[in-house]
């Protein structure tokens, strides 16, 4: 997968790979694009994960989340289907079995203040 960082620590990649991770068509995924329908976040490691960063990309019910090394390589992904019922499934995870959990996710949901 062509993943580029440059010097500002701003990410690009190419549409028609990410659709396929996220298993839609590229047609289907610029569409979405153009309606304003993926939300991306990064975030960037300190510490002992300095050069390293977590990507998450949301996309309806898909969400694509992996850490990227120092050079933009692939260290882990996983891709999630959110369910209505407010979980989500993990369908693909490299080196680990698919498993259920809760939707806050610390990439996707900020947490908010008390009673807010």
Do not use: F, K
């Not at 990227?68 to 882990?76: F, T, V, Y």
């Amino acid at each position: 997968m062509q993943i580029v960082r440059d010097d500002a620590g701003d990410i690009t990649m190419d549409a028609a790979v990410l659709s396929g991770r996220l298993g839609m068509s590229n047609s289907a995924m610029r569409q979405l694009m153009r309606r304003g329908l993926v939300h991306s976040r990064v975030e960037v490691g300190i510490g002992e994960d300095a050069g390293r960063c977590r990507l998450a990309l949301r996309c309806g019910n898909r969400i694509w989340q992996a850490v990227l090394g120092p050079e933009g390589q692939i260290e882990s992904e996983e891709l999630r289907y959110l369910r209505a019922s407010g979980t989500w499934i993990n369908v693909r995870a490299a080196g680990s079995q698919d498993a259920i959990g809760n939707l806050a996710d610390p990439v996707l949901d900020p947490v908010l203040p008390a009673g807010g």
